[in-house]
């Protein structure tokens, strides 16, 4: 790789000694490899979202573009990326002063050990820097065979669909095979409730239990005619096995979806990640690895990293605080039903049990929790009030976004809300043979935020150009149920009812 | 080396390029959607370039901010929507803002529009010298001295002399180690070329006519300067009295009162005579008006001027005339009358802002 520099011993031997101290703190990690970048190869494999390798595709130019641009103009600066593989593989930017490349070293350090021991890390592709070139090999024979603007075309399509999969599927199972229904199992007819054994033949008289029975097995009926059977999250999945896809398009979706899914985990846990890398570096560092001449400059950096500014919510600054939040707890015991129970604030506030178990706590919290359970969990009323947060939103009266609320329901809310599923709307393929014309029929579930419209008929588009037949997407729009349809470039509107 | 990105980044720059070039005619018909940035290039907001996803609108979803603040205190001004830091990280707008060199943009105009390349008239006379550094000597000023090449050159010598100790690396260079740049003269044949625009800004033309006429010569300028190394624009503007304006004065004066035509024409006439020898220099005259003369006598006193006075020494002598509701636009039919055999002058009818594009054509079509 161009720009690639050979790594110095003095920042080996740096790297040696601020592993030893996140050992002593019980950290645990892959080996993991540094390579000093300039800043240009810096904004290149970034754009590539740190691997070397990518298929070729125009928008890593254009993320490229911007990363070069906000660069020059001084808007922004890479400090240091680190890729979730084994081992991991983590960029210095060349140039940087030492107290700044040795917090990277003490920060990816954090990054490794979430990334080795978080539970939502625990399906990934640790291999993937092999699967991406692998990608990258792919298209590129694809290109050469189809032309390099059908491909890169298709890809656009696919990537305009890459955020339609169900997260939650690497960690759960949808469909269980062991429950499939025994076929001569009888199965009892549902009746109205009797409570003197007497009556039964009079409440429930065989004719109409007959009537329930034929009705169950009607409906039952329906269901298997149904298609899909439940509806299903992971759309991509779906048009991999029922669309009419050529091979090498099928292998394009396959290889976004692939990857989309590889990048799940991240998006999942974006505030404990960067919480548990600045709680660390900020422990090695303070404590072990600065010297008394070097303070100055660390506290410097760290300002810039953990400042907050209205309207924007830092990762790094609301995780790290609830990470000192909780070790505070469990260090003096403010937590069980007797804590829970406890409303004087006065004892409260001196609550201090002595357990000592907030480190432990830590590392349990680090292995089990994903964002959306942590916010729930330990985002706590005082936390809330400590550290000032509030919900924003929108004003049509004085046309600004402004500071709604420092409730703390409605903050919490508010946060989890923007969590929840990575901030995006959940959609569903509902009928994949819909008004029986095998159009498809795709569902929004609505939680109160409508839709991005000028996208989603966008984004329409380039689901038929996949489905190639009508698609459909029944949504809300300002409370009333919608339904868009989009044959070719045409899309209609029509009001719809949304249940 | 070049780096891998590059193969992407140039996808992008193509991509962004057919983009601008499908789009051309909206933005030259809606001349605001361009902004100026700095000296040589252009924000242009592109419609769709990035990918469409399904996703929340933005109005209702709100966020969580940190920090001091009452409900109700505005976070910002504007629609602009606050950042969202890195947690709640979404694709940016759907439009784009691209920023593109006016080189490159004129490239697209000109490929769009398909006008051919401009035939500088005669061969290019001025020539000028520019200095390139491009060889090493012996002797030169200390500011030019090459470090590097010095430093070599006395190692060298020391290492020959055996007087190079590995332990205490000290090289001094002597007077003969000394290595200096030095610059050779190239000659850069330079075609220039001159922009005379004159309008009319009588009480006839409002101000949607001098949008139109500012948005035609920025594409204009633009052009001519992707065709020539030096170019210098002028400025003219007329009622029944000519003078000569700097860039700003022009686009924004409005006077009111009669036009005299020929009072444009011998100020630009008087300026090719004075300053622009027809044979070292291009001559572009672009003349906007609404077609309402004076007089048909100041309109023969124009024909006579043009004949004599102008068409001889120019490439090209353009004529545009933006239809206005006070106009009788008789101009360009007087034109026409008199130089219909004569291919150095153009005539063009702009009849709002969706013509501009024609007009631009009509203009530039020739490759004169």
Known sequence: MAGLKRFPAYLRDMQEEVEGFARGFGLEFFPIVYEVLDY?????????????????????????????????????????????????????????????????????????DFFKHNYFFSKTNRKMIDAMANHASRVRRHMARYGQDAVEDFIDVCLSLENLIDPMSQYIVRNREDE??????????????????????????PEFLEAQRKKREEEKKKQKKRFPEQPQRD????????????????????????????????????????????YWHSKILTEKALSAAEIIDYADAMSGVLATSPGRLNPYKLGVELYRSI?????????????????????????????????RKLFEVRKLYNDVTFIDEFFTLEFCIEQKFYSFGFSERSGNWEIMSREFKKVKDQLLRMLTNRGQPAIYVEDGNFENRSELLLRHAHEGIDLDMGQARDTLRNLYRVWTRPVSLLTKLENKGKILRCEGDNITEKSAEYA | MSQRIDLDHGRFRQIIRGKIKQNLRKYISQGEMIAKKGKDAVSIPLPSVDIPHFKHGDKQQGGVGQGDGQPGDPLGQGQEKPGQGEAGDRPGEHLLDIEVSLQELAEIMGEELELPRIQPKGTAKIVSFKDRYTGIRTTGPESLRHFRRTFKQALRRQISMGTYNPANPIIVPIRDDKRYRSWKSEPEPQSNAVIIYMMDVSGSMGDEQKEIVRIESFWIDTWLRSQYHGIES???????????????????????????????????????????????????????????????????TCVELLKTKILPHVNLFAYGQVESPYGSGQFIKDLGEHFDEDDRVVTSEIKGKEAIMDSIKDFLGKGK
């Not at chain 1, 199992?185 to 409440?203: F, H, N, Q, W």
């Open chain 1, 235 to 278: 759309i991509l999945a779906f048009l991999l096995e029922h669309a009419p896809l050529d091979h090498w398009q099928r292998d394009c979706l396959e290889i976004v979806r692939n990857e989309a899914y590889y990048f799940v985990p991240q998006a999942m846990t974006k505030i404990m990640n960067e919480g548990w890398a600045s």
């Open chain 1, 180 to 205: 499939k229904e025994d076929p001569d199992a009888t199965e009892e007819v549902p009746k109205l409730r009797s409570t003197r054994g007497y009556m039964d033949s009079y409440i429930n008289p």
């Open chain 1, 40 to 112: 240009k190869t810096m904004n290149e494999v970034a754009a590539y979202g740190g691997f070397p390798t990518r298929y070729p595709h125009w928008r890593f130019g254009m993320d490229y573009e911007q990363l070069a641009k906000s660069h020059e103009w001084g808007l922004s600066k890479i400090y240091e990326m680190v890729i979730n593989t084994n081992p991991s593989y983590a960029y210095l930017l060349e140039g940087n002063s030492l107290v700044d490349q040795k917090t990277v070293m003490a920060h990816v350090c954090g990054h490794v």
């Open chain 1, 327 to 359: 070790e505070e707890r469990w260090n003096k015991g403010q937590f069980g039903k007797e804590w829970s129970e406890c409303e004087s604030m006065d004892q409260k506030r001196d609550w201090d049990r002595r357990l000592g178990l907030g480190r």
């Open chain 2, 234 to 300: 002028r400025y003219i503007i007329h009622d029944a009295m000519a003078k000569e304006v700097d860039r700003d004065t022009f686009f924004k004066t409005r006077e009111s009162g009669g036009t005299m035509i020929s009072s444009a024409y011998k100020l630009c006439a008087k300026m090719i005579e004075d300053e622009y020898p027809p044979e070292l220099w291009n001559i572009y005259p672009f003349h906007f008006s609404d077609g309402d003369n004076w007089s048909v006598d100041d309109t023969v």
